[in-house]
C-alpha cells in the first residue's frame, strides 16, 4: 500500500493507505475529523469542503494520493484555539445553521468566497455558495453569516 | 418573564457550537470496536420475481462475514413494516396493507428494493462481495402512475390487493356538495397535480446496530425523528428484541422533515443483524440509495370543484383525489392523504358542504409518505388554487374574494364541515398586514413597468391553514391512529441549582436546546446557560413521541410546562417550611419564593440544594427535585397566515424570478422569534424548490428513478431564492398552557399555492409544478 503524506490543521500525518482512498474517508476515517461531511456521492453538495493549501476543495471528489505534501485544513482547524473564525461565529450570531450538517462545508467554502471577494454582495454570495446546497435554512441567514463575517474578516 | 433568555426572546442558539467546529456527532461520526460495515444490494428491476439468490462466491470474498436474507429474517421470526394508521374505506371496510418483510421475500417492487444485506470488515469488502451474489429476477409488468396503477387491467403489485387499491376513503357531505355545487351561480373546476417530492435531508439515512451479548442488549443508532417510536415498533411487531433490551439512540440527526420518522428496513434488518452476528454492523446511505429508498412526498392527482354565490361567496367544496403511495404503505402513509389532508380543506374560510374522496393506489415506486406540511400542503394546494381561479373567473380582486370567505375572529370556536375545530386566529388582520407589505396597490404600476421591459409581472396569494401540534390521542385514536400522540417532559434540578431536561421531543435543526431552556429560564429563572435538554436516546429520557407534524413545542413544550408546575408546587412546600409560613401564602414568580407581603424569600436554586440535602425538610415532602409530565393535547393548533409572492417571468426564456415574497404567519406565542424567522425561511424554500425546481421523475417504460441524483433532482440552491420578508402576529392559542400554535412546517405548506398562483397570474395560463422554464416558455409562447 501507498504512504501519504500531508499537514492536517497545522500537524504532519503519515499513513499508508489503499491507493483508491478518497480524501473525506482518509480525513474521517483514518485521522477521524468527522466534521468533513459526506452528503452526496456525485460532488454537487458540498457538505465536504476543506481547504487544501488554502483553496476551497470537496474532500469527496480528491484521492487522499492527490493531496500528498499538501496543507489541509478542516472544519476542526479553523478557529485558533479556542477563537472561533470570525466565519464561526457569524453563523452562530446569524443563526446560519439549523441541522448543521451542511454547515461545516459552506463555512469552509464562504472563508474562501471571502477571501476571494472581499466584501461580496449578496448575489455574489448566492452565486458563490452554489455549489454548497443546505436543506434547512432558505439561505437567507447564511447569505447575512456570510456578509458579517465579511464586514469583519475585511476590515 | 420577558428576560434577555426568556419567552419571547431571540437567544442565540445554544447547540451551534458544537456544530460550527465540527463537533456534530452525527450518525455516520460514531463507530463501535469490531465494528462491521453492511452494504444493501437492491432490485434494478421495477417489479419482478426473485427466481434465485447465490451468494456462495460473495461469502468466499475477502472479509465478508455474512449475506443475509428476507427468508434468513423470516426464520428468525422477524415481522414485517407495518402502517401504523388503520384507515376504513367507504364500504367499511379496512385499508389493505400487504406484508412488508424487510428484506424482500420472492419478489421485488421498485427499483431500489431491499434484496440483501452484504456485511464485512470493511464497507470496501462489502461492496465488492454484493457483486458476486447472483441473484437471478423475472421481470413482471410494471406500474408508476397512481392514475395507471387504479386503472382496469393495470399489473397487479399484490396478489392479495386487488385493482392496487388500497383504500377508498371519504369525508364530508356528498349529497349536501352536491346540492351546492349544482345551484350555484358559478362553478370552478381544476385538474390539480401535486408533484412528487423526494426529502433530502442533508444527512443522508443511517444505522448502526451494536448487540452486547453481556447484557444481550441491543443498541441501534438511527437517524430517527422519534427514537421510542422506532424502539417500540421494533419490538412489539417486528420483534427484534423486547422493549427493555432495545436501546434506540438518534444522535445529532442532520434534518428529517419526515422522512425520518418512518421504520424502514434498514434499521430494521441492522437491529436483527447485529444480535445474529455478534458483531456491530454500521450502514450509512449513498445518496443515490437515498433517493431511491427514503419515503418521497406528495404525488396526488386531483378533481377540484369549487361552487360560488355572486358575490364570490364558496358555497361548496369537492375534492376527488388519487394518491400515489408507491409500493407498500408505510408507517403513517396512510393517514397522509386521509385525516392531515380531507380535513384541511375549509382552508380559511367559512365553506358551508366539503366532500373528499381518496382513492390510494400501489404503484411499484418507492412508498410515499409523511414530507413536511404532510397532507396540509396538499390541501392548501387545493383550496388556494381553487379560490384564485375562482376569483380570475368571476372577475373579483383574489384579496377581496377572500376576505369575503374568511371565518370571522369572533366566531371561534368554529367548526368545519372536515371535522376540525379551530380555537383561534385572525385571517384578514393577516391578510391586510401582507397586503401593505407587498405594497399590493402598487402593483398594477409595476406590472405596467415590467411591460415595457418585455417581462410577464404576477403576483399570487396563499392564505393557508394547517393543524399542528398532533393531537389528542383519543381523538386520533377514534380516526385509526395505533398509538397516542402525548408529549413527555422530564425537568431535574441538580442539587447545584443547574437543570437537566430530559424530552421525548427530537431536535434536528429546530432549535429545541435553546427554545426549552428558555422556557425553564423564564419560568423558573435559572440562567439559560446553566439549563441542558437531553433528547434522542431511550436508554435516558422518558417515553415520547418525537417530533413531526409542527408538535414539539405545542406538545412537548406543552409537557415541560407541566413538570414546571409540578416543580413550583412542591417548592412551595420547601419554602413554606424553611420559611416558617403556610403553602397557601408562598407566591411563586420567576423561580423566586416568597412569603406574600413579606421579604422572606428562597430562590429555585436554595430549595434544590434542600431538597437534595433535606436537613430541615417538610416530613411529608419526598427529597429530591425531578419531575416528569405527560401532556396530552387537547386539541390540534391551527397556525395560518398569508404569503404573498411577486415574480417576473421572461417571455423569451421562461425564467421566473421572484423579486418578492411576504410571509405573515400566526403561530400564536413565540418562544425564539430568530428561530421561528429561520423555519419559516426554510419552509417557504421547500415550498418554492416544490413549486418551481423539484420533481421525482420515475421512466413509465423501464420502472427507473430518471432523478435518482443532484445531478437530475433540482435541489433549491443559494441563487435560487430571495430574501424573504417574513413576520408574524400572535393569536394565542388557546388550547394549550403556551399559546403557542407550531411554526415548522407553515413555509413548505403555503409557498407552492401562493407561487403557482403568482406564476399563472403573470402567464394568463395554468400550467402545473414543477413550473420548469420549458413549461413557462411553452405557456409564455402559447404553444
Ligand atoms: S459529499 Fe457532496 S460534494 Fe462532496
Ligand atoms: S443547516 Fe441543515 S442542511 Fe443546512
Given at each position: 500500500m501507498p504512504t501519504v503524506s500531508m499537514t492536517v490543521n497545522g500537524k504532519p500525518v503519515t499513513a499508508e493507505i489503499a491507493p483508491n482512498t478518497l480524501l473525506v474517508s482518509f480525513l474521517r476515517e483514518n485521522l477521524r475529523l468527522t466534521g468533513t461531511h459526506v452528503g452526496c456521492d456525485t460532488s454537487q453538495c458540498g457538505a465536504c469542503v476543506i481547504h487544501i493549501d488554502g483553496e476551497s476543495?470537496?474532500?469527496?471528489?480528491?484521492?487522499?494520493?492527490?493531496?500528498?505534501?499538501?496543507?489541509?485544513?478542516?472544519?476542526?482547524?479553523?478557529?485558533?484555539?479556542?477563537?472561533?473564525?470570525?466565519?464561526?461565529?457569524?453563523?452562530?450570531?446569524?443563526?446560519?445553521?439549523?441541522?448543521?450538517?451542511?454547515t461545516t462545508g459552506m463555512i469552509m467554502s464562504a472563508v474562501d468566497l471571502v477571501k476571494k471577494h472581499g466584501k461580496p454582495d449578496d448575489a455574489t454570495i448566492r452565486k458563490g455558495l452554489e455549489g454548497n446546497i443546505c436543506r434547512c435554512t432558505g439561505y437567507q441567514n447564511i447569505v447575512k453569516s456570510v456578509k458579517a463575517a465579511a464586514q469583519e474578516m475585511e476590515g | 418573564m420577558g428576560t434577555q433568555t426568556g419567552i419571547g426572546a431571540s437567544v442565540k442558539r445554544k447547540e451551534d457550537k458544537r456544530f460550527i467546529i465540527g463537533k456534530g456527532r452525527y450518525l455516520d461520526d460514531i463507530s463501535r470496536p469490531g465494528q462491521t460495515y453492511g452494504y444493501f444490494i437492491r432490485s434494478p428491476h421495477a417489479h419482478a420475481k426473485i427466481t434465485s439468490l447465490d451468494s456462495t462466491a460473495a461469502l468466499k470474498a475477502p472479509g465478508v462475514v455474512a449475506v443475509l436474507t428476507g427468508p434468513d429474517m423470516q426464520a428468525d421470526g422477524i415481522g414485517p413494516l407495518i402502517c401504523g394508521w388503520g384507515i376504513t374505506s367507504k364500504d367499511g371496510t379496512p385499508h389493505k396493507a400487504p406484508a412488508h418483510p424487510a428484506l424482500a421475500i420472492g419478489r421485488v417492487r421498485y427499483v431500489g428494493h431491499q434484496v440483501a444485506l452484504v456485511v464485512a470488515e470493511t464497507l470496501q469488502q462489502a461492496r465488492d462481495a454484493a457483486e458476486l451474489v447472483e441473484i437471478e429476477y423475472e421481470e413482471l409488468d410494471h406500474v408508476i402512475e397512481v392514475g395507471d396503477a387504479l386503472a382496469a387491467g393495470a399489473p397487479q403489485i399484490h396478489d392479495d390487493v386487488p385493482g392496487n387499491l388500497s383504500f377508498d376513503w371519504e369525508l364530508g357531505d356528498r349529497a349536501k356538495t352536491d346540492g351546492a355545487i349544482s345551484a350555484a351561480h358559478h362553478v370552478t373546476r381544476m385538474k390539480l397535480r401535486n408533484n412528487r417530492l423526494i426529502p433530502n435531508a442533508m444527512e443522508p439515512r443511517a444505522a448502526l446496530g451494536d448487540y452486547d451479548s453481556g447484557t444481550d442488549e441491543i443498541t441501534l443508532y438511527t437517524t430517527s425523528q422519534n427514537p421510542h417510536v422506532h424502539r417500540l415498533v421494533l419490538s412489539a411487531f417486528n420483534a427484534v428484541a423486547p422493549e427493555h433490551k432495545l436501546r434506540v439512540i438518534a444522535p445529532d440527526v442532520g434534518g428529517g422533515f419526515g422522512s425520518k420518522i418512518f421504520i424502514y428496513s434498514e434499521e430494521t434488518v441492522c437491529a436483527w443483524a447485529t444480535k445474529k452476528l455478534n458483531r456491530p454492523i454500521k450502514w450509512t446511505a449513498e445518496r443515490s440509495e437515498s433517493f431511491l429508498?427514503?419515503?418521497?412526498?406528495?404525488?396526488?392527482?386531483?378533481?377540484?370543484?369549487?361552487?360560488?354565490?355572486?358575490?364570490?361567496?364558496?358555497?361548496?367544496?369537492?375534492?376527488?383525489?388519487?394518491?400515489n403511495v408507491g409500493c407498500y404503505l408505510s408507517t403513517f402513509a396512510s393517514a397522509v392523504p386521509t385525516y392531515l389532508y380531507g380535513t384541511l380543506l375549509s382552508g380559511q374560510y367559512t365553506i358551508p358542504a366539503i366532500y373528499c374522496e381518496v382513492q390510494a393506489g400501489f404503484t411499484n415506486t418507492a412508498p410515499v409518505d409523511?414530507?413536511?406540511?404532510?397532507?396540509?400542503p396538499e390541501a392548501t394546494y387545493v383550496v388556494e388554487r381553487m379560490i384564485e381561479i375562482g376569483a380570475r373567473e368571476m372577475g373579483i380582486d383574489p384579496a377581496e374574494i377572500r376576505k369575503r370567505n374568511f371565518i370571522a375572529p369572533d366566531a371561534y370556536p368554529y367548526e368545519t364541515p372536515v371535522i376540525m375545530t379551530y380555537d383561534s386566529g385572525n385571517y384578514a388582520l393577516a391578510m391586510d398586514k401582507a397586503l401593505e407589505a407587498i405594497d399590493?396597490?402598487?402593483?398594477?404600476?409595476?406590472?405596467?413597468?415590467?411591460?415595457?421591459?418585455?417581462?410577464?409581472?404576477?403576483?399570487?396569494?396563499?392564505?393557508?391553514?394547517?393543524?399542528?401540534?398532533?393531537?389528542?390521542?383519543?381523538?386520533?385514536?377514534?380516526?385509526g391512529a395505533g398509538v397516542g400522540l402525548w408529549e413527555s417532559a422530564q425537568v431535574r434540578f441538580n442539587p447545584t441549582g443547574s437543570v437537566t431536561v430530559f424530552t421525548?421531543?427530537?431536535?434536528?435543526?429546530?432549535?429545541?436546546?435553546?427554545?426549552?431552556?428558555?422556557?425553564?429560564?423564564?419560568?423558573l429563572g435559572v440562567p439559560i446557560d446553566q439549563v441542558e435538554i437531553s433528547h434522542g436516546d431511550t436508554g435516558k429520557v422518558p417515553f415520547g413521541m418525537g417530533t413531526y407534524g409542527s408538535r414539539s413545542l405545542a406538545v412537548g413544550g406543552s409537557a415541560i410546562m407541566k413538570a414546571i408546575d409540578k416543580i413550583v408546587e412542591k417548592s412551595k412546600k420547601i419554602a413554606a417550611h424553611t420559611l416558617e409560613a403556610s403553602v397557601e401564602d408562598i407566591e411563586h414568580s420567576g423561580g423566586v419564593f416568597k412569603v406574600a407581603g413579606t421579604d422572606k424569600q428562597m430562590t429555585m436554586a436554595e430549595i434544590a440544594f434542600s431538597a437534595y440535602v433535606p436537613h430541615n425538610y417538610p416530613a411529608d415532602v419526598e427529597p429530591g427535585m425531578d419531575e416528569t409530565a405527560f401532556y396530552d393535547p387537547l386539541n390540534f393548533t391551527f397556525p395560518a397566515g398569508t404569503h404573498i409572492a411577486e415574480v417576473e417571468i421572461d417571455p423569451d426564456t421562461g425564467t421566473t424570478e421572484i423579486l418578492d415574497w411576504v410571509a405573515v404567519d400566526d403561530f400564536g406565542n413565540v418562544i425564539n422569534p430568530m428561530i421561528v424567522e429561520g423555519q419559516v425561511h426554510g419552509g417557504i424554500a421547500q415550498g418554492i424548490g416544490q413549486a418551481l425546481l423539484e420533481n421525482c421523475v420515475?421512466?413509465?417504460?423501464?420502472?427507473?428513478?430518471?432523478?435518482?441524483?443532484?445531478?437530475?433532482?433540482?435541489?433549491?440552491?443559494?441563487?435560487?431564492?430571495?430574501?424573504?420578508?417574513?413576520?408574524?402576529?400572535?393569536?394565542?392559542?388557546?388550547?394549550?398552557?403556551?399559546?403557542?400554535?407550531?411554526?415548522?412546517?407553515?413555509?413548505a405548506i403555503s409557498a407552492p399555492a401562493a407561487l403557482m398562483n403568482a406564476i399563472t397570474n403573470a402567464l394568463g395560463k395554468e400550467i402545473d409544478m414543477p413550473a420548469t422554464p420549458e413549461k413557462v416558455w411553452r405557456a409564455a409562447q402559447g404553444l
Open positions: 476543495a470537496k474532500a469527496c471528489t480528491v484521492l487522499a494520493l492527490q493531496a500528498n505534501g499538501a496543507e489541509i485544513t478542516t472544519i476542526e482547524g479553523l478557529a485558533k484555539g479556542n477563537n472561533l473564525h470570525p466565519m464561526q461565529k457569524a453563523f452562530q450570531e446569524n443563526h446560519g445553521l439549523q441541522c448543521g450538517f451542511c | 429508498s427514503d419515503a418521497h412526498g406528495r404525488d396526488h392527482e386531483t378533481f377540484a370543484e369549487m361552487a360560488f354565490d355572486a358575490n364570490g361567496k364558496i358555497l361548496g367544496l369537492k375534492v376527488s383525489t388519487k394518491a409523511a414530507y413536511r406540511g404532510a397532507g396540509r399590493y396597490s402598487g402593483f398594477a404600476a409595476r406590472k405596467a413597468q415590467s411591460q415595457t421591459k418585455g417581462k410577464l409581472r404576477g403576483i399570487g396569494f396563499s392564505a393557508f391553514i394547517e393543524a399542528c401540534g398532533i393531537a389528542p390521542s383519543a381523538a386520533v385514536g377514534s380516526l421525548g421531543s427530537h431536535s434536528h435543526g429546530q432549535g429545541h436546546e435553546t427554545t426549552f431552556a428558555q422556557i425553564i429560564s423564564d419560568q420515475y421512466d413509465k417504460e423501464s420502472g427507473q428513478l430518471l432523478t435518482g441524483s443532484y445531478m437530475d433532482y433540482c435541489m433549491p440552491r443559494a441563487d435560487d431564492l430571495p430574501t424573504f420578508r417574513v413576520q408574524t402576529i400572535n393569536t394565542p392559542c388557546k388550547t394549550n398552557p403556551l399559546g403557542v400554535k407550531g411554526c415548522g412546517e407553515a413555509g
